[in-house]
T-cell receptor
């Protein structure tokens, strides 16, 4: 498997523009996570899906952010309109999930999408 | 107060040194504890995993969890230049919603 695939790797855009980040999780993984990483705030969970259904979106900063997972092999994170403070590296991760118990829920991260909003 | 606190460093040590990395947390419901390693321009990779309290050893790496103190540690013995990376602690109450520390940047000098 090629791992979690994210695109684009780098995006530079101007304030007010719409940004769409894409993610292809590992085949067979039931969980998909979107994280944002900045120097100031570290790695923050934005939203996660289980079997394509959003489970917790409490980390989405505001209504400008939206995420969808139309099928098991594709997810998007959209920012509209974008602002300079949205500049960060956005990571997608997927996992088999492990609910309650002692098993490890290993998140496999993609390489990230580095977003710069001017 | 953040749920997970981690000193961002940077931390610089000579090759062969013992490295100690730590995190504290405030949510007593956390019971899944992990350490991820992140190389520059890459996504984090799981390094160690511990469920509830106790110690876990894997080669040169040892993870410790002290739930009474809400404190977790990662020790690296005989550190190598290839260990130079950012180390992030992560924890969860339900094994899905992972909360990460800010990460500690480690440099091991030859």
């Amino acid at each position: 498997d090629a791992g979690v695939i994210q695109s684009p790797r780098h995006e530079v855009t101007e304030m007010g523009q719409e940004v769409t980040l894409r993610c292809k999780p590992i085949s067979g993984h039931d969980y998909l996570f979107w994280y944002r990483q900045t120097m100031m705030r570290g790695l923050e969970l934005l939203i996660y899906f289980n079997n394509n259904v959003p489970i917790d979106d409490s980390g989405m900063p505001e209504d400008r952010f939206s995420a969808k997972m139309p099928n098991a092999s594709f997810s998007t994170l959209k920012i509209q309109p974008s602002e300079p403070r949205d500049s960060a590296v956005y990571f997608c991760a997927s996992s088999l999930g492990q609910g309650w118990g002692s098993g490890a829920n290993v998140l496999t991260f993609g390489a990230g999408s580095r977003l710069t909003v001017l | 107060q953040k749920e997970v606190e981690q000193d961002p460093g940077p931390l610089s040590v000579p090759e062969g040194a013992i490295v100690s990395l730590n995190c504290t947390y405030s949510n007593s419901a956390f019971q899944y504890f992990m350490w991820y390693r992140q190389y520059s321009r890459k996504g984090p990779e799981l390094l160690m995993y511990t469920y509830s309290s106790g110690n876990k050893e894997d080669g040169r790496f040892t993870a410790q969890v002290d739930k009474s103190s809400k404190y977790i540690s990662l020790f690296i013995r005989d550190s190598q230049p290839s260990d130079s990376a950012t180390y992030l602690c992560a924890m969860s109450y339900n094994n899905n919603d992972m909360r990460f520390g800010a990460g500690t940047r480690l440099t091991v000098k030859p």
